[in-house]
């Protein structure tokens, strides 16, 4: 796809080039451990933190999303930028660290120009080091959920590889989202015996007298800041997620119980400092500060949104550190007279290659690898595109994925073939370069689930129809508290328009299954996973990992489509980001 005139002058005014994308700046890899971790100490606390990290222990390659489709009202705003926009909202450089790690800008030539990120040595490495330098008693070191699960590891090990990362570390509080599916049992068992941070949450409570689950709040001292921290798990858990792993708990956006626990801080105990650990979602959590009063920081999860400057909310403060181990948090405070005087901020870059590995968290990665070591490096094909996840509608990933259920429903039912298969719009996974073997750990980092059995059904054209459009009403509702998590299921088989600021029940339009138009009420043959057991219906003697290994291993060389199979009527539409 060519550049837009606007794409070119934008380009032009910072002084690179149109395609190829291959400015002098790429010829080496300008930056070093110290320039990293450049930061002026300020003030009498620190704030360290990530979120979102899905359980990946090891480096990785994961590309940020070529688009974030948005309603007009949040079109352009944090949470919603991608790519260039998210450039120039930022005023950061093409072709440096920065423009890797936080867009997709010429992702694949900065990838093999500066390398994976993330890893649990190098994450470990960083805190240290900070901890190091302002003292133990000066730092608070956050999690914001989504953290021990959705990775080969996580799931051979219940989630116990990352919660000993943790413990080794020295988190001290966290929330949560995914990390409840490993078992309604499990997690608490984690959280009562093995985790050592606290699990914090104001919005989790017992059916049907609304008891907390979790202490909604902690009260701790550091550096002489007395400091209220709340914490606010995912409140749309039990939808997102089937509810066999949070059953008997509700979950919710509880604005006036938030606003109570500030208070509470505030005039009860007299803190000089409110943070909100928050796994809402960056969009929500704006929202929600236009409602509450009082709170000074947002640690924002869930949306795997970079803020490298924070979002101001009135007085308050909102960042995001990214996911999968990419970046690392760090906020110096200058807190006096009980209120915030003054702050600075740095997402700290998580460059595998330069940031040294912490020789215990090393030891500790290889204890829990080891005996899955083999089974993990198995290589099972070789990929010829680019491999990716992340995007509102459509990824290379979930295409594949589409293409081998279809092959392997052809193979049980010699009669009738597959006409749609739904991948889910999970934002976490792993990225595969072009040339890049792919190994049973890929795909096991891309369908890390702890419930990945397939279901094959039938289901009328209208019901497959009205599934969908609800769907798209939870990722384009105009308003963000309504907005339940995830992007766009993906549907193989199937190409149709989108128009995200249409009615509710009115954006998805001229709908074709197999190339004909959907009929309402004829059957189809559906294929899904990653969500509930549809009633009556048994699963799969293959599981979804299992099922994408094998077709893996038959293609050998994987080429992927590309092309998107959705056609968004009232919004730019990016395809080429990656490869510029």
Not at 175 to 185: M, N, P, Q, S, Y
Request: aromatic share 12%.
């Amino acid at each position: 796809m060519a550049l837009s005139r606007r794409e070119f002058l934008a380009y032009s005014a910072i002084g690179i080039s149109t395609l190829p994308f291959i400015p002098q700046a790429f010829a080496k890899k300008p930056v070093s451990f110290e320039k990293l971790m450049e930061f002026k100490p300020y003030g009498n606390l620190t704030l360290i933190f990530t979120s979102d990290i899905h359980g990946h222990l090891k480096p990785m390659y994961f590309a940020e999303p070529m688009n974030l489709l948005a309603p007009e009202a949040l079109k352009g705003t944090p949470g919603y930028l991608a790519g260039m926009d998210f450039l120039k909202y930022y005023s950061i450089k093409p072709g440096t660290v920065e423009a890797y790690m936080g867009s997709c800008v010429s992702f694949i030539k900065l990838a093999k120009l500066y390398g994976m990120t993330g890893g649990a040595p190098q994450m470990a490495t960083i805190i240290k080091t900070i901890v190091n330098e302002r003292g133990k008693d000066k730092c608070l070191v956050l999690d914001g959920g989504d953290t021990w699960v959705t990775s080969g590891i996580a799931v051979k090990t219940d989630g116990m590889a990352i919660v000993d990362w943790l413990n080794y570390v020295g988190y001290e509080y966290m929330v949560g989202h995914w990390d409840f599916t490993v078992g309604k049992e499990k997690f608490l068992d984690i959280v009562k015996n093995k985790l050592k941070a606290k699990f914090i949450s104001y919005n989790i409570t017992e059916e049907p007298f609304g008891d907390l689950v979790f202490p909604p709040y902690d009260v701790v001292e550091k550096g002489g800041v007395k400091i209220g921290l709340i914490g606010s798990s995912f409140p749309f858990t039990p939808v997102a997620n089937p509810r066999v792993y949070t059953e008997g708990w509700t979950f919710g956006v509880r604005p006036e119980e938030l606003q109570k626990y500030v208070n509470e801080l505030r005039e009860k105990h007299k803190v000089d400092l409110v943070i909100l650990l928050s796994h809402d979602g960056l969009p929500l959590d704006i929202a929600l500060m236009k409602m509450v009063k009082g709170i000074d920081i947002v640690i924002s999860g869930h949306t795997h949104d970079i803020t490298p400057t924070p979002v101001k909310v009135g007085d308050t403060l909102i960042v995001s550190p990214g996911s999968h181990g990419k970046f690392v948090g760090r906020m110096d405070l200058e807190v006096k007279k009980g209120k915030l005087q003054g702050y600075r901020f740095k997402l700290i870059p998580v460059l595998s290659e330069v940031v040294p590995e912490d020789k215990g968290a090393k030891d500790l990665v290889k204890k829990w690898y080891e005996p899955y070591e083999k089974e993990f490096n198995t290589v099972i094909g070789t990929a010829r595109t680019l491999l990716y996840k992340r995007d509102t509608v459509y990824s290379t990933w979930d295409r594949l994925i589409g293409e081998a259920l279809a092959d392997y429903y052809h193979g049980v039912d010699a009669v009738m073939s597959l006409d749609v298969a739904t991948s889910p719009g999970y934002r976490w996974g792993t990225t595969v370069l072009p040339g890049q073997k792919i190994t049973v750990e890929h795909v096991y980092d891309v369908l890390g689930i702890t419930y990945p059995q397939v279901f094959i059904m039938k289901r009328k054209g209208k019901d497959l129809l009205t599934l969908w459009e609800d769907v798209a009403d939870n990722v384009f509702n105009p308003n963000p508290l309504y907005q339940q998590g995830g992007d766009m299921s993906r549907l193989y088989g199937v190409e149709y328009e989108l128009k995200i600021n249409a009615k509710q029940g009115e954006r998805i339009r001229n709908v074709k299954i197999k190339g004909k138009p959907l009929d309402p009420n004829k059957e189809y043959v559906v294929a899904v996973y990653g969500g509930p057991p549809p009633m009556g219906v048994e699963p799969e003697k293959k599981n979804i990992r299992e099922i994408v290994i094998d077709y893996i291993r038959k293609r050998k060389d994987v080429e992927v489509e590309r092309k998107p199979n959705v056609k968004v009527l009232d919004h730019p539409y990016n395809t080429e980001c990656y490869w510029r």
